[in-house]
Nanobody, 126 residues
Framework: QLQLVESGGGLVQSGGSLRLSCAAS????????IGWFRQAPGNEREGVSC????????KYTDSVKGRFTISRDIAKNTVYLQMNSLKPEDTAIYYC???????????????????WGQGTQVTVSS
């Protein structure tokens, strides 16, 4: 059974850092693209970053470039999202998701992903 479990969220002051983890089970990271998404109250779910399964190519939405870094540990079957220089507008529930169809390039579109975790809350205070 394919499962994704996020952890690492919490409350942090503006300018602080958090590292989110997405632990995968039931599949291996070199076979599925993984994406990080976030959703703030009243907003649509938006793609933050993704990493492709076969190439390891990464992608970031413009608002997090230079601040967030996605990485993966194949041995631990875990994807990470290192978030630095956090801003209040980064406050949201963060989700990781798996895409079983695409391989070389990943997508930041939620519709490209067919498996989702339960989410972890990130709150950045000003």
């Amino acid at each position: 059974q394919l499962q994704l479990v996020e952890s690492g969220g919490g409350l942090v002051q503006s300018g602080g850092s958090l590292r989110l983890s997405c632990a995968a089970s039931g599949f291996t990271l070199d076979s599925y693209n993984i994406g990080w998404f976030r959703q703030a109250p009243g907003n649509e779910r938006e793609g933050v970053s993704c990493i492709s399964s076969s190439s390891g190519i990464t992608k970031y939405t413009d608002s997090v470039k230079g601040r967030f870094t996605i990485s993966r540990d194949i041995a631990k079957n875990t994807v990470y999202l290192q978030m630095n220089s956090l801003k209040p507008e980064d406050t949201a529930i963060y989700y990781c998701a798996a895409d079983s169809l695409r391989k070389y390039f990943c997508s930041n579109s939620p519709g490209s992903y067919n498996y989702w975790g339960q989410g972890t809350q990130v709150t950045v205070s000003s």
